[in-house]
């Protein structure tokens, strides 16, 4: 493979690569802990924002605060080990230390195996690599499931739910990996000056061929969906997805209740779409048909304004820029000794390219959260023009109220993480938007 020196015209042999990732990982930590700081400020507050005063209950607005501050104290201690175990695998060469153990662990195992065999040797680290991960992550995992979700009400997930999941989570991971590792590795290995476009054609297939795998055989193995049973709700949903030609399919319920009561519905599919309502969204609702149809409408709001197509096509010119870059550094030699490599391993140069990819990826999230936004207010304003301005204002109220949502976000934590507006942000536009198709509608003389 040839080697790439140069990237946009610039030299890059002989930049420190690890020392730029490190600092650059330190800086963004210390960014987004003063944000939690500043959000975990607000949820010591007693007094609801004024726009949300007459709307959620003080009680309710209580337990929000004391639910966010639970939340985020654990979120900044997951935050401080993340950065702290990121830093001394960098720095210490865990790394490199882990590809020589892949080798040690594969010879053990078969003694004729040796470093050639390189795709076995990359299965077994990828392995390593997840256990570790599972082994840093599982006890914030569990404190979470078990003592913050339960203390408030929300967690109804048993140990033998929990054991289950993770182990069928490992399962799909390990059958997944199995085939996307050695077919990464054989295109990298065989991709000559055309690296970029085979690596960029393999990983679109494997994000579109996921869209049809994940809701129809992996969401499956975690909960049961069942058909919405025949009545009036299900009728007016198949009216409302008719009116606007959205090529619906059938309509599940999912029992996310086996975990939690948290609730949600969501859309899926390329071709023929499908609803999923969650069985917690329709007890929180249990009589307020309109507030369910309100929700749907909003979702099918995204479908009607072209959000999913602008979606795909942003995560595809994404995943272009992305390809071509990692085309022009797969070849560094100096990128693999900076992190103290000796030689190239394909997996290795994937990941080292994910790291030094960072400051990019950062800088993208805050347009596309923009826009995500954007995206929920065009989605309201659908609603509104299907006459369910009070009944969305009156789900997501309830929503809020159910789930313990954040009612009193730091302006700046916000614009930084949340992909939604406010509820004081929604609710205000939502009633911009009734307005102005008051005004939009001829007057009788």
């Not at 004729?112 to 006890?139: H, M, Q």
């Not at 000559?192 to 476009?197: P, V």
């Not at 329709?282 to 507030?291: H, I, R």
């Not at 826009?371 to 929503?399: I, T």
Request: proline residues 5%; aromatic residues 14%.
């Amino acid at each position: 493979m040839t080697l790439r020196s140069e990237v946009l015209g610039f030299p890059m042999d002989g930049f420190p690569y690890m020392e730029a990732v490190v600092g650059f990982s330190i800086f963004l930590s210390v960014f987004e802990f003063y944000l939690l700081v500043r959000q975990r400020r607000r949820y010591y507050s007693t007094q609801p924002p004024p726009e949300l005063a007459e709307l959620v209950p003080r009680d309710k607005f209580d337990q929000s605060q004391h639910y966010g501050r639970a939340k985020s104290a654990l979120t900044m201690v997951e935050m401080v080990v993340s950065t702290l175990t990121s830093v001394y695998f960098l720095m210490y060469g865990v790394y490199p230390r882990l590809w020589n153990v892949s080798l040690e662990v594969m010879t053990r195992v078969n003694p004729e195996w040796s470093d050639a065999n390189e795709i076995v040797r990359t299965l077994v680290f990828a392995g390593l690599l997840y256990v570790i991960g599972k082994v840093c992550g599982l006890p914030f995992e569990v404190y979470s499931t078990f003592i913050v979700e339960k203390r408030f009400g929300f967690n109804r997930t048993t140990v033998g739910t929990f054991i289950k999941d993770e182990i069928l989570g490992a399962l799909v991971t390990a059958v997944l990996g199995g085939v996307i590792l050695p077919t990464l590795w054989y295109i990298i290995d065989r991709g000559g000056s055309n690296l970029w476009i085979k690596f960029y054609l393999f990983c679109t297939f494997f994000m579109l061929l996921m869209t049809i795998i994940f809701p129809n055989l992996i969401a499956p193995l975690f909960n049961k969906f069942v058909p919405l049973e025949e009545g009036e709700l299900r009728s007016r949903v198949y009216d409302m997805a008719s009116s606007i030609r959205f090529p619906l399919g059938k309509i599940y319920v999912m029992d996310g209740s086996k975990r939690s009561t948290h609730s949600n519905a969501y859309f899926y599919g390329v071709f023929t779409k499908g609803i999923v309502l969650f069985d917690s969204l329709l007890e929180q609702c249990k009589g307020k048909d309109n507030e369910v149809l309100a929700v749907l409408c909003h979702e099918l709001g995204h479908w009607k304004k072209g959000h999913t197509r602008k979606g795909l096509t942003i995560r595809l010119a994404h995943l272009f820029l992305l390809s071509w870059l990692y085309g022009k550094t797969a070849g560094n030699v100096h990128l693999f000794e900076s992190f103290g490599f000796s030689d190239q391993p394909h997996i290795i140069g994937l990941i080292l390219f994910s790291l030094i990819l960072t400051p990019l990826e950062s800088a993208i999230e805050l347009p596309m959260n923009w826009l995500s936004r954007l995206h929920e207010y065009q989605a309201d304003a659908f609603a509104v023009h299907f006459g369910y301005e009070k009944a969305l204002c009156s789900a997501l109220v309830n929503m809020h109220i159910e789930n313990l949502s954040n009612c009193n976000p730091d302006p700046l934590y916000s614009a930084y993480h949340n992909s939604h507006p406010t509820l004081a942000e929604r609710l205000g536009a939502l009633q911009t938007f009734s307005r102005e198709l008051e005004s939009s509608k001829p007057k009788a003389e």
